[in-house]
């Protein structure tokens, strides 16, 4: 009885359900059934107290694991969302790189064209030039082929009017 006072003062739960739980036997062998019967009950009572603590504590334990593994997942997300973050400005940053690049490509092209074009468009109008020199020669050569024919025909004649006479007065 002295071991059941004893940790009741010291509220040490354990010890105080064994101690009333052999309590509980004692009286029951002694046949003292109303104190067995109490003894018995607060054993009970404690076995019970001591099972909900037990649980209070798993119920705790697991609450706290969860807790720490939801804070952990939750970390693990934000920082996922950062990099996912990063790499989109990234990309956007990669994007928008790549496309003034075409665009100032694009304008060199441009302006490369235009300068090309406009070297051509001089090319063709010298040649168009040398195009008219060359038919104005040949036009010019066409009549001096003309006229030294005509004066050669003339030329002929005038030898041919000439061997007529030397040849009347010979």
């Known amino acids: 009885h002295e071991a ?42 404690l076995k019970s107290k001591l099972n909900n603590e037990e649980k209070d504590n798993q119920i705790s334990e697991l609450n706290d694991k969860y807790l720490k593994e939801r804070s952990r997942y939750q970390m693990l997300n934000q920082e996922r969302s950062a990099r ?18 075409l665009i100032l490509n694009l304008v060199s092209s441009r302006n490369r064209l235009k300068k090309t074009n ?10 168009k030039g040398q195009s008219e020199q060359i038919e104005n020669q040949k036009d010019k050569i066409r009549r001096k082929a003309a006229d030294l024919l005509v004066l050669n025909m003339r030329q002929k004649e005038v030898d041919d009017l000439k061997d007529g006479l030397t040849g009347m007065l010979v």
Do not use: P, T, W
């Open 118 to 127: 406009s070297l051509l468009q001089a090319k063709n109008e010298e040649i």
């Open 4 to 45: 059941y006072k004893l940790s009741d003062a010291l509220n040490i739960v354990v010890y105080k359900n064994v101690s009333a739980l052999y309590l509980a036997y004692a009286y029951a062998e002694l046949k003292q059934f109303e104190q067995a019967f109490k003894y018995h009950e607060i054993s009970v009572q």
């Open 84 to 101: 996912q973050r990063k790499v989109l400005v990234f990309s956007f940053a990669g994007i928008a790189v790549l496309m003034i690049l």
